[in-house]
């Protein structure tokens, strides 16, 4: 038996059909127009005049004005997603093994040589993602790592001093004052002194994501992201108040993030859906406007029979953030098997994950997580293969290698066996 909406949401989640079609004309425009072109939109789009690169002295000045609080606070979740990509880097390993008798095959991890990490601006000053990304990277062993966030009024140095500081304290090598499509280009096509980034990552507005997906195959990118979403799978043991407020914490996002409660309880069900709108008129302005529009427009409470049915909704849906506040949680960690993120009792919160508990926050959105993972050290490494062959591996080698070959019509592959088999193999005899 499948889940039934107890509420369902209103709101068709719908992208302007022009959005690709403007943002490759602009990619195609900074492209041929370089960095002229790119200070040209940071001065419309943004009002920016101020200086593109940051200079090591308006760092240190920014540094210098943050708040030492604030500052061990980034130490603590700095250190945190640090050791966590380091366990991560540390899972995988350098291969080599003799598959037959002169036959070494192998792998190896190289990091991407250049990475360029979009840190968002908006409404809020995104200290984490600057955390998130520029972290990975260095400690996956990224050599050049370059940062962009969009300037902002006020700001002494074009950024918010707090971005500023944690992308020094991260490891940054070069920062710039340049938002929106213009900055994704600046480290795609190696404006400003950068080198050509190998790879972009890093969560942004529409414009962003469409850019870097546009990009996609010139570049690597982490993911196609597109609104943040959280689920919340609960049952009759959770508290309503603490779910309906991990439900409009999620919610403050935007108006078009959505989020999901999956229960098997009625009552929890009708007492969340009470409860949130109140959770979202006790936030300050603009978050409770965006709250209120998620939670009308996108916020969805389905009512399933039992676990299982509510595992495989979850599943279903695949959401970025999925909170377990239910009875036995290990068995929903062995059942789960489609989510970026897993939070795991009442004590976890999705909030520890976007901000310091070390697990990385750029994820999978949109059902994404049907397919892939969030970022982590693995999108700055590639695995890459070889292989060594001996005089004693070549007779039975070459000459599976030339039969499929022929039987593929692939003539000229063939001749390379043989030819080896002719020359090389002899010398074992």
Not at 230 to 244: C, Q
Not at 287 to 297: D, K, L, M, T
Not at 308 to 319: H, Q, T, Y
Not at 351 to 373: E, M, Q, W
Request: glycine share 10%.
């Amino acid at each position: 038996m499948n889940g039934t909406h107890f509420k369902k949401g209103s709101v068709e989640r719908v992208q302007a059909a022009d959005l690709s079609a403007s943002v490759s004309a602009l990619l195609c425009d900074l492209e041929a127009g370089g960095e002229d072109t790119a200070r040209r939109m940071a001065r419309e789009l943004d009002g920016y005049t101020g200086d593109i690169i940051l200079s090591a002295q308006a760092i240190a000045e920014a540094c210098a004005r943050v708040p030492q609080g604030l500052k061990d606070d980034i130490a603590y979740a700095h250190e945190n997603i640090a050791r966590f990509a380091q366990a991560q880097r540390d899972s995988i390993t350098e291969t080599e093994v003799e598959l037959r008798p002169g036959l070494t095959v192998g792998q190896r991890l190289i990091p991407v040589q250049a990475a360029g990490c979009y840190i968002p601006g908006g409404r809020y000053s995104h200290i984490a993602s600057a955390m998130m990304t520029v972290t990975t990277a260095r400690v996956a062993g990224v050599p050049h790592i370059a940062a962009v966030s969009p300037p902002r009024a006020g700001a002494a140095g074009g950024i918010p001093d707090a971005i500023l500081y944690t992308l020094h304290h991260c490891g940054a090598d070069r920062i710039l004052a340049l938002g929106g499509i213009q900055g994704i280009a600046a480290m795609a096509f190696g404006l400003f002194g950068l080198p050509r980034a190998d790879i972009l990552v890093g969560p942004g507005n529409p414009y962003v994501a469409e850019a870097k997906r546009l990009l996609y195959g010139r570049v690597g990118i982490d993911m196609v992201a597109g609104p943040t979403d959280s689920l919340v799978i609960a049952d009759a043991t959770a508290d309503p108040l603490t779910v309906a407020w991990d439900l409009i914490g999620q919610a403050e996002h935007g108006a078009n993030s959505p989020v999901w409660l999956v229960t098997d309880c009625a009552a929890l069900a009708s007492e969340v859906a009470r409860l949130a709108p109140l959770c979202a008129a006790e936030l300050p302005q603009p978050n409770r406007a965006a709250a209120e529009a998620a939670w009308q427009g996108l916020g969805e409470i389905i009512l399933c029979p039992d676990r299982e049915a509510m595992a495989a909704e979850a599943d279903r849906i695949a959401p970025e953030h999925l909170h377990v506040q239910a009875a036995d949680l290990d068995w929903w960690k062995r059942r789960l098997t489609a989510y970026g993120s897993l939070f795991l009792g009442a004590e976890s919160t999705v909030a520890f994950g976007d901000k310091a508990a070390g697990t990385n926050h750029v994820l999978p959105t949109s059902g994404a997580a049907r397919y892939t993972g969030g970022l982590s050290v693995h999108k700055f490494l590639k695995t890459v293969t070889w292989q060594r062959v001996t005089a004693e591996a070549l007779p039975r080698l070459a000459a599976v290698t030339a039969n499929i070959s022929r039987f593929e019509g692939m003539e000229g592959h063939a001749r390379t066996a043989d030819l080896r088999l002719e020359k090389y193999a002899a010398r074992s005899i």
